[in-house]
């Protein structure tokens, strides 16, 4: 399965569970596989799903909403259901799934990264510790 759609930056999260640039937060929240949300208190809310099976990976995805707005997805991926394991993190392998990212976003998307609905890039947030994916739309 494509799970991202460059003509419109919609994120197959099943084939029946799309997310797409224009989708509210209540209407996200309808989807079966939602794990948990979180109000930010600041008109930021935040959508999550855990350990989606996707070919051959677990994604989690991360779904930021302000006002009630989609402005972004952020996801990442194992091989295995993932759970954080706060106790053995380290910076180092923490930027080598930086890595594996931009790998994933070559091979899935190409090197353009620039949409007319938005964009899509990996990143490292040092204060966060942690590393994914992001598409931002417009």
Same mark, same amino acid.
């Given at each position: 399965?494509?799970i991202i759609d460059i003509n419109n930056g919609?994120?197959? &999260? $099943?084939? /029946? ?7 509210? +937060?209540?209407?996200? &929240? ?17 959508? +999550? ?8 990976? +677990?994604?989690? @995805?991360? @779904? ?8 972004? @997805?952020?996801?990442?991926?194992? =091989?295995?259901? #993932? ?12 930027? #080598?799934? !930086?890595?594996?990212?931009? =790998?994933? =976003? ?7 990264? /620039?949409? /007319?609905?938005? !964009?899509?890039?990996? %990143? %490292?947030?040092?204060?966060? #510790?942690? $590393?994914?994916?992001?598409?931002? +739309?417009?």
């Amino acid at each position: 399965m494509k799970i991202i759609d460059i003509n419109n930056g919609n994120f197959h &999260l $099943s084939t /029946n569970e799309i997310i797409t640039s224009k989708d509210s +937060y209540s209407k996200v &929240l309808t989807f079966e596989s939602v794990d948990h949300t979180e109000d930010m208190g600041n008109s930021y809310e935040w959508i +999550y799903f855990r350990n989606i099976h996707i070919d051959n990976f +677990y994604f989690f @995805v991360a @779904v930021s909403f302000y006002k009630k707005k989609i402005k972004s @997805v952020n996801f990442s991926f194992t =091989l295995k259901p #993932q759970e954080k394991d706060w106790d053995n993190w380290n910076e180092k392998e923490e930027l #080598q799934l !930086k890595k594996m990212f931009d =790998l994933w =976003l070559d091979n899935n998307i190409g090197e353009k990264t /620039n949409f /007319n609905w938005g !964009k899509i890039n990996s %990143y %490292y947030d040092k204060r966060e #510790q942690t $590393s994914g994916i992001r598409i931002e +739309y417009n």
